[in-house]
């Protein structure tokens, strides 16, 4: 599996926008982008996915590097409750596979 | 509430003791995988299920381990002679089977504790 490199934690200011960086050099063609995150206690969830064009829905905006080998989760107005474990993962179309996560981005939000 | 569900949420076990879990999936999704978290880590996959075959497992998954989905519904995860090592949080996931997205719904995850 392509593997993706994210920093280990990132702090924000509540109502701040941020943005959590994913490098994914050895990315295939074929691999979407997806991003879960796991808030406390909780297992994770799903947040958005993409291939080539940026995304945007009611959680978050994925914005996809033109070359693919990277792409950032844009969390417009963080809010406390976006305190988690953000994990970028690359899955192949088409196929029943199974979510590789790695060890993901912890996210600090404070008043 | 619809969503996937897990029982139970902890349990806490003798080393070489058996341990079963279960996993009640979203309604009409045909896919369930089993994931195990240990502290400080992301979930590593250990199998997975199409209705009621197994398709894939994970090197992780020992021969201790075996799980089941009987009638294509609910799963169990059973743990034979437990070890120190075995603890973690077992989560299991189901989805509808999607091309692209194929989005997995986590359940809240079983933490076993092994002492």
């Known amino acids: 599996d392509a593997k993706t490199t994210q920093p280990n934690s990132m702090e924000s200011n509540e109502e701040e926008p941020v943005h959590l960086p994913c490098n994914h050099s050895?990315?295939?063609?074929?691999?979407?982008i997806h991003w879960y995150r796991q808030l406390p206690s909780q297992g994770p969830e799903y947040v958005i996915h993409g291939l080539t064009s940026n995304v945007n829905n009611r959680m978050a905006s994925l914005a996809i590097a033109e070359d693919r080998k990277s792409s950032t989760l844009i969390l417009h107005r963080a809010t406390l409750r976006d305190a988690a474990v953000y994990y970028c993962?690359?899955?192949?179309?088409?196929?029943?596979?199974?979510?590789?996560f790695g060890t993901g981005t912890r996210l600090q939000v404070t008043l | 509430d619809t969503g996937v569900s897990q029982d139970p949420r902890h349990k806490i076990t003798k080393r070489g003791q058996n341990v079963t879990f279960r996993c009640d999936p979203i309604s009409e999704h045909n896919r369930l995988y089993w994931y195990r978290q240990t502290l400080g880590q992301g979930p590593e996959f250990l199998t997975y299920?199409?209705?009621?075959?197994?398709?894939?497992k994970s090197r992780l998954l020992s021969d201790r381990f075996s799980a089941e989905r009987p009638k294509g519904s609910f799963s169990t995860l059973e743990i034979q002679r437990t070890e120190q090592g075995d603890s973690a949080m077992y989560l299991c996931a189901s989805s509808s089977g999607g091309l692209v997205a194929d989005t997995q719904y986590f359940g809240p995850g079983t933490r076993l504790t092994v002492l």
């Open positions: 050895t990315i295939s063609g074929t691999d979407y």
């Open positions: 993962i690359l899955r192949g179309a088409g196929t029943a596979s199974k979510l590789t």
């Open positions: 299920f199409q209705n009621e075959a197994q398709l894939e």
